[in-house]
Antibody, heavy 125, light 112 residues
Framework: EVRLVESGGGVVQPGRSLRLSCTASGFTFGDYGMTWFRQAPGKGLEWVGF??????????EYAASVKGRFTISRDDSKSIAYLQMNSLRTEDTALYYCSRNPCTYDACYFYSDYWGQGTLVTVSS | DIVMTQSPDSLAVSLGERATINCKSS????????????LGWYQRKPGQPPKLLIY???TRESGVPDRFSGSGSGTDFTLTISSLQAEDVAVYYC?????????FGGGTKVEI
């Protein structure tokens, strides 16, 4: 059974850092891309960024709102994807989800076939 | 950015009747290299993450009942629930993955 479990959320002051983890099980982690989304209170789903599978260079892309502050990485040996969040702002307050993206022989495709339950990040002084 | 616009915002349908949800993208999500539409549909119930129903605009995800179907190409897409069941009450979202930033429609709430 495919499972994605986010952790690492909590309350943090503006300007500080936080690292979220997405622990995967039930599939060969390295064969998939991983995407982070977030949903702020009362707002819609927002794409944060993604990381391709290692076979595709493990390259990343980010939303403009987080580029330069957030970094996505992966440890395929542990089946974990990370979201390192620096210089946090109050507007980063949201429920953060990780999701899985299928890859084929030629590319990763960024529809999300499995999602975690999310971890809540609150940025407040 | 590709803007996704869904209609209607909400929809009340009787049990067993058809529900139709529309999604329009501000630019084509049809990839010219492979003639495939980079468009997905998700179902979301309260307190849960989204669940993938349809990808490539019309391919049903494994395990999704065949009463759910997707159609359309280019900029105009439709999700159809052919015979609404009680468990289909949810909010439905389209999402394009043709280009970054990945973007979602605003959602359509389906009620009985």
């Amino acid at each position: 059974e495919v499972r994605l479990v986010e952790s690492g959320g909590g309350v943090v002051q503006p300007g500080r850092s936080l690292r979220l983890s997405c622990t995967a099980s039930g599939f060969t982690f390295g064969d998939y891309g991983m995407t982070w989304f977030r949903q702020a209170p009362g707002k819609g789903l927002e794409w944060v960024g993604f990381i391709r599978g290692k076979a595709y260079g493990g390259t990343t892309e980010y939303a403009a709102s987080v580029k330069g502050r957030f970094t996505i990485s992966r440890d395929d040996s542990k089946s974990i994807a990370y979201l390192q969040m620096n210089s946090l702002r109050t507007e980063d307050t949201a429920l953060y989800y990780c999701s899985r993206n299928p890859c084929t022989y030629d590319a990763c495709y960024f529809y999300s076939d499995y999602w975690g339950q999310g971890t809540l990040v609150t940025v407040s002084s | 950015d590709i803007v996704m616009t869904q209609s209607p915002d909400s929809l009340a349908v009787s049990l067993g009747e058809r529900a139709t949800i529309n999604c329009k993208s501000s630019q084509s999500v049809l990839h010219s290299s492979n003639n495939i539409n980079y468009l997905g549909w998700y179902q979301r119930k309260p307190g849960q993450p989204p669940k993938l129903l349809i990808y490539w605009a019309s391919t049903r995800e494994s395990g999704v009942p065949d009463r759910f179907s997707g159609s359309g190409s280019g900029t105009d897409f439709t999700l159809t629930i052919s015979s609404l069941q009680a468990e289909d009450v949810a909010v439905y979202y389209c999402q394009q993955y043709y280009s970054t930033p990945l973007t979602f429609g605003g959602g359509t709430k389906v009620e009985i």
